[in-house]
């Protein structure tokens, strides 16, 4: 099951989505979303906004899917949100540690930063934090990168990110404080602070977390020039 699906299981709020796998399925994956257009295209291993597309019509839906399931791509169907930007936070271990607003280019629809799209600091609000904290907890990850974006005032979790970057324009919160609360934001932080912030919590005994519920990625075999064969878990991207 996609992320999605889990989220939306949790009563935490996301775009209408649907997988799918079949030509069959097409049909009742658009009905299931809304019925309308545009919709989101996304391939379920993908970054940087690599394997997201966007489709106006039934017609480009299908030729759009049938050409990606040519290179064996697993598929899930979204409903379009308007927004301008977006907002990525990075959550360690249950706590935030970092947040951004990203605002899309004029000729783009998506809000990657690979992309085109412009950062600055981003302070949450205190129901913008219970949500992407609800979020976090859900997948289980010890980091993550939480994706949002206010749609009519209201808030739509986007995507749950398990390989999120940092070099984007962060604001930093205090992550040593025992309790999250409103007071915590410190302003404008480089990549490089946050990196050295990750490295000091987790030098503390107390915030390390040696096992997890449950796995996370793919396992895959991979031949690494002048090393050899190895095996590891990659990120799973979109889903």
């Not at 907890?137 to 009519?152: I, K």
């Amino acid at each position: 099951a996609s992320v999605f699906e889990t989220l939306n299981n949790l009563a935490i709020p996301v775009p209408k989505t649907s997988l799918v796998s079949n030509e069959k399925s097409i049909e009742y994956a658009h009905k299931k979303i809304g019925k309308k257009f545009p919709v989101i295209i996304k391939t379920i291993t993908g970054t940087q906004g690599i394997g997201v597309s966007i489709v106006n019509d039934m017609q480009s839906m299908v030729s759009v899917i049938q050409s990606l399931w040519k290179f064996k791509a697993e598929l899930l169907i979204q409903e379009y949100l308007k927004f301008d930007y977006d907002i990525r936070t990075i959550v360690m271990n249950g706590k935030i540690l970092a947040s951004t607003k990203r605002i899309r280019p004029e000729n783009d629809f998506r809000s990657n930063r690979h992309r085109g799209a412009t950062t600055e600091p981003y302070e949450l609000s205190k129901k913008e934090r219970e949500t992407v904290l609800a979020a976090a907890r859900s997948v289980g990850a010890y980091v993550v990168g939480v994706d949002h974006a206010m749609v009519n005032k209201n808030i739509f979790v986007l995507e749950c990110n398990g390989s999120a970057g940092i070099g984007s324009n962060f604001g930093m919160y205090d992550i040593t404080m025992e309790e999250s609360n409103e007071n915590d934001y410190v302003g404008k932080s480089t990549p490089k602070e946050i990196v050295k912030k990750m490295i000091e919590y987790v030098m503390a005994k107390q915030n390390r977390r040696h096992t997890f519920p449950t796995e996370s990625g793919y396992v895959e075999r991979i031949e690494i020039e002048g090393y050899g064969p190895i095996r590891a878990k990659f990120d799973t991207g979109n889903g």
